[in-house]
């Protein structure tokens, strides 16, 4: 997608996209650069975005992806808890203040935003469609129509359909097939992973930002988003598990073979372990958050045992010293029961077998030590932390995992924005552009 806010000084070179991460703890906007090329040039310049090497080093972040960041603001969040809306004026306050530091770092004016969304009242369900081939020869009006036989599920009038992903076509029985288009066939199947959420919820979100004066051009489900910044395409295609550990909740996408095939929100997150230290310690929420960030750690066997720390009280001018022991001891069962909910879904789907190349985990709380070594003891898979990368500037994000979803919603607009029919950038990709093909047949 081109928005036509463009810098003067690069109006013919490149077009921007803009993602709002709209989060429980914080709202960030990201603007980048995406090169405005010619349709053939589009096939290369994708294929760069999209990293198959697994390299995570300051090397490969900055080995052109095209894709450049030159903008980025952040604010507070109100009004938002675990995803969902509770004061809408609050939270276009801090859409404002974020929007308005990223349109100062980048020098444009912003009107047109991707967001994110995330909650416990985010689903996703199985469907199939099929369709028979008249022509015999399958082309985008036959994909765009078995995707929409697809989506023929019954939905429940208070919920909306966020993101069709198809996983693959069938052609007269033979599977695998991840572009049928030229084939020859009397009958064309899709398996397809339907992300819906609560109409209410999605459309507040869309409320906000409109009353902040944006318009929203795309919904995105905040762990797609993620993904796209600190997965390869090799770990999609052997079976990855991303967990982004968001500050009011926790979102988990499953993929294997290149497509989705599972996703989940819990509704525990940073918050959580903030609320147990505030509790645990006696000290107000903020100085909770300060001793998270700075000290916090979730396994006794990764500290020493005389480590001190200062805490606060709630006066917030007398300090005393604690042994660190006693932080860890809050933060260590909510951990537990965190990775322990994930582990049940993953296993209740059984989608332990198919998660060959581990769990990537990511989000704000999950660079707090001892975190990746507790996922490895409970979901018994390796784990790596995900720290956003194939992306230009913004050199202090590439090392921060709480931005993976920020950086990431701008690579998945930029994704969208250069997506071309067949391309092997991504399924969601080659979707847009068969349903742009169909579009100009029915035309």
């Not at 322990?340 to 990511?362: C, H, M, P, W, Y």
């Not at 018994?380 to 956003?388: A, I, S």
């Amino acid at each position: 997608m081109v928005f036509g806010f463009l810098k003067e000084t690069a109006m013919k070179k490149e077009s921007l996209v803009v993602g709002l991460d709209i989060g429980t703890t914080r709202i960030c906007a990201v603007v980048a650069e995406v090169p405005c090329v010619h349709r053939q040039e589009k096939r290369w310049l994708f294929n760069k975005i999209r990293r198959t090497d697994g390299l995570q080093d300051d090397k490969h972040n900055s080995s052109g992806s095209g894709i450049n960041i030159i903008g980025v603001g952040k604010a507070s969040s109100r009004g938002i808890k675990k995803g969902i809306i509770t004061n809408i004026e609050s939270t276009v306050d801090s859409i404002v203040e974020a929007v308005q530091a990223a349109e100062s770092a980048a020098g444009v004016d912003i009107k047109s935003v991707h967001i994110s969304i995330s909650g416990v009242h985010i689903g996703c369900l199985s469907s199939h469609g099929v369709i028979g081939v008249k022509e015999k020869e399958i082309g985008s009006r036959e994909v765009a129509h078995v995707i929409e036989a697809a989506k023929a599920v019954a939905i429940p009038f208070d919920r909306e359909i966020l993101h069709v992903l198809p996983s693959g076509f069938i052609v007269d029985g033979q599977n695998g097939i991840t572009d049928p288009r030229g084939m020859a066939g009397v009958r064309l199947e899709t398996n397809v992973k339907i992300i819906t959420g609560a109409a209410a919820s999605t459309q507040n979100l869309i409320r906000s930002c409109q009353k902040a004066g944006l318009d929203v051009t795309g919904v995105v489900f905040q762990p797609l988003a993620s993904a796209a910044a600190v997965l390869t395409q090799d770990e999609k295609d052997l079976g990855v598990a991303v967990i982004d550990i968001g500050g009011g909740t926790t979102d988990m996408a499953l993929y294997y073979d290149g497509s989705l095939c599972h996703a989940a929100v819990l509704a525990v997150g940073g918050n959580n372990f903030t609320n147990d230290v505030a509790v645990g310690l006696r000290t107000p929420a903020q100085e909770a958050e300060r001793i998270k960030k700075k000290h916090g750690c979730v396994m006794i066997s990764c500290i020493k045992g005389d480590e001190e720390i200062d805490v606060g009280f709630a006066d917030g001018k007398l300090f005393r010293n604690i042994p660190r022991r006693h932080l860890v001891e809050i933060l260590q069962p909510r951990a537990e029961e965190l990775f322990g909910f994930l582990r049940d879904e993953i296993r209740a789907g059984g989608f332990q077998k198919i998660i060959n190349s581990g769990v990537v985990l990511t989000g704000g709380s999950a660079a707090m030590e001892g975190m990746a070594t507790m996922a490895e003891n409970i979901l018994e898979l390796p784990v790596r932390l995900g720290r956003p990368a194939g992306f230009e500037g913004a050199d202090d994000m590439k090392d921060d995992p709480s931005f993976a979803a920020a950086a990431g919603l701008a690579m998945y607009c930029a994704e969208e924005s250069m997506s071309v029919p067949g391309n092997n950038g991504g399924m969601k990709a080659r979707v847009k552009g068969w349903y742009e093909e169909a579009f100009k047949i029915f035309s």
